[in-house]
């Protein structure tokens, strides 16, 4: 799996990352809370990451339907 990568200019999420292999987003909170949401193709990372993206905003209109839950890491 790859390190957590720094999120710079969001309001509630401070660092990410994506495992390939098992297709999962991981986020980390402001509040040093982890999440993850899995069904995440390649293709969904991307589009999560993708520059002028809310990553907030996108939390709230997709991932949050996929399955997911806390991530004690």
């Given at each position: 799996?790859?390190?957590w990568i720094p999120v710079y200019g969001s309001t509630r999420i401070v660092a990410e990352k994506y495992d390939p292999e098992t297709e999962t987003i991981y986020v980390r909170f402001l509040n040093g809370v982890e999440w993850w949401y899995s069904a995440c193709p390649p293709s969904v990372w991307d589009a999560f990451v993708a520059p002028g993206q809310s990553r907030g905003q996108y939390i709230h209109q997709v991932l949050n339907y996929?399955?997911?839950g806390r991530y004690a890491g």
């Open positions: 799996m790859t390190d996929k399955p997911n």
